[in-house]
């Protein structure tokens, strides 16, 4: 089962691309969910989220809409030295997400390591006790650090039932390179864009992900996602260059190229 969407919603430049030019900000999630089958929460990394925000997002969603969630930058970017503040922010993080459990749209969680996460043994001791942080909830993980790439991070990733996250950027040197690696019965594929001259080097976050991709580079994944949908239950889709929409306009070319528009 592939589904197909996008790292957020709830952008004001994308009336007029994707939005109709009058949608009001409260329509969007709606409107949204009449398009893709699935969407990436990734205010939860700014702001810790709770669960009457978390329901209130999932009864404006069809019965079979699905939500990934991104894990809240305390539990990946700014980790604690103290392991009770750390279980704490999982544990509160966890209790957000108990509507989308308990509902049955709980795609995963997916928990994104910066660049400066590098491979060491103190990091990948942490990697490998995410599960039981996050008791039953599905985890995939995210690595931004090319030391990571090994067959050692996929058998860690395999050995406590994580899922490993593919991801499309710039071909820079230290970055990830696009690998599909499944390690878990979820699949997760993220399309970061390919603007390599503003990944390191720019003035607001946007601006890194400001990049449309083309057909024929979409069209190089299509045979990728689809083999990784064969060898696993779910297979997730998603499209962080939003910049002016265009991760929705990538994310309706890619349901074409596997034949799911």
């Known amino acids: 089962m592939i589904e ?3 790292c957020g919603f709830s952008y004001r430049d994308w009336r007029g691309v994707f939005y109709p030019e009058s949608i009001s900000d409260r329509e969007m999630l709606e409107w949204y969910a009449t398009q893709f089958s699935v969407v990436e929460l990734d205010f939860t990394y700014y702001r810790m989220p709770d669960a009457k925000t978390i329901g209130g997002m999932s009864r404006r969603t069809p019965e079979n809409f699905s939500f990934c969630v991104k894990a809240h930058r305390s539990m990946t970017h700014e980790l604690s030295r103290d392991s009770d503040d750390i279980a704490e922010a999982f544990q509160t993080f966890s209790k957000a997400m108990a509507p989308l459990v308990s509902e049955g749209k709980l795609g995963c969680v997916l928990c994104q390591f910066p660049w400066g996460f ?8 942490y990697v490998q006790r995410l ?3 996050l008791p ?11 030391e990571w790439v090994s067959q050692s991070t996929f058998d860690l990733l395999k050995g ?12 820079l040197r230290g970055l990830f390179p696009p690998l599909a690696v499944y390690t878990s019965p979820i699949a997760y594929v993220r399309f970061h864009g390919r603007n390599a001259k503003t990944w390191w080097k720019h003035n607001e976050a946007w601006e890194r992900y400001n990049y449309l991709y083309t057909e024929a580079e979409l069209l190089e994944w299509a045979p990728k996602i689809q083999r990784l949908a064969e060898a696993t239950k779910r297979a997730f889709v998603l499209f962080n260059n939003c910049h002016a929409g265009q991760a929705a306009v990538n994310a309706k070319t890619m349901l074409s190229l596997l034949g799911m528009a």
């Open 4 to 6: 197909v969407g996008t």
């Open 118 to 125: 590098k491979r060491t043994p103190e990091n990948s001791s």
């Open 131 to 133: 599960p039981a942080l």
């Open 136 to 146: 039953d909830i599905p985890i995939v993980v995210e690595f931004r650090n090319v």
């Open 160 to 171: 406590a039932g994580m899922g490993f996250c593919c991801v499309d950027e710039p071909n």
